[in-house]
């Protein structure tokens, strides 16, 4: 009930294409859901969030698409850049708790 | 507005040893939360502190510890050290709780033989 699981584990997209990210969770309790992006050796960083009141959220190329019927969210990064290149981590919070996906590590190619 | 500094960045320990990493969150941020990241296990959940009391805690066993400052400046322990401890350990701080925009350091690489 607690995991979140993500996918593919690895993705490699052309520039200039869209990458796309799943997600599914278990539990309804969850009512944050953000997505960070991690550079080898640095902390995450919060690329965007969405809570389940509404279906998309986009912020410049990055687009979150959430369906609470079917408990799954997903990342999509449109016009992908060779700097887009990092692992990403989706994540469900219930407040209480945070729980991780495991992580996509995207590569770009030039 | 200065970001999240965790101290030190490396640290190097032995089995059996105990470990105290810090964490100070960006200023006016109250909630402070610590998190254990591994290539096997990912990214996961310690505890949160919010104004010096530990508010949420992830399935980690009792020798992680942690504890809050009035000044929102967070110290977390883990004693009698296992190889298994080996991680990046993390810490985010937000304004209010784990349920909203968190930042997170730069983390503390801890290596333990």
């Known amino acids: 009930q607690q995991q979140v699981k993500q996918s593919p584990q690895s993705l490699i997209v052309q520039k200039g294409g869209i990458s796309i990210i799943n997600c599914a969770y278990e539990?309804?309790?969850?009512?944050?859901f953000p997505w960070y992006q991690q550079f080898p050796g640095k902390g995450p960083a919060l690329l965007i969030a969405?809570?389940?009141?509404?279906s998309e959220k986009k912020e410049g190329r990055f687009t979150i698409s959430f369906n609470k019927s079917a408990k799954q969210f997903s990342l999509h990064i449109m016009d992908s850049q060779p700097g887009d290149s990092a692992t990403y981590f989706c994540?469900?919070?219930?407040?209480?708790?945070?729980?991780f996906g495991k992580g996509t590590r995207l590569h770009i190619l030039p | 507005k200065a970001g999240v500094t965790q101290t030190p960045r490396y640290l190097i320990k032995t089995r059996g040893q105990q470990v105290t990493l810090s964490c100070s969150p960006i200023?006016?941020?109250?909630?402070v939360s610590w998190y254990q990241q591994t290539p096997g296990q990912g990214l996961q959940f310690l505890f949160e502190?919010?104004?010096?009391?530990?508010?949420n805690k992830g399935n980690f066993p009792g020798r992680f510890s942690g504890r809050q400052f009035s000044n929102s400046r967070s110290e977390m322990n883990v004693s009698t050290l296992e190889l298994g401890d080996s991680a990046l350990y993390l810490c985010?701080?937000?304004?209010?709780?784990?349920?909203?925009?968190?930042?997170f350091g730069q983390g503390t690489r801890l290596t333990v033989v």
């Open positions: 985010a701080s937000s304004f209010y709780s784990v349920n909203t925009e968190a930042f």
């Open positions: 539990n309804t309790a969850f009512d944050y």
């Open positions: 969405i809570r389940p009141d509404v």
């Open positions: 994540a469900a919070s219930s407040g209480d708790k945070i729980i």
């Open positions: 200023s006016g941020h109250r909630s």
């Open positions: 502190y919010f104004s010096e009391t530990q508010r």
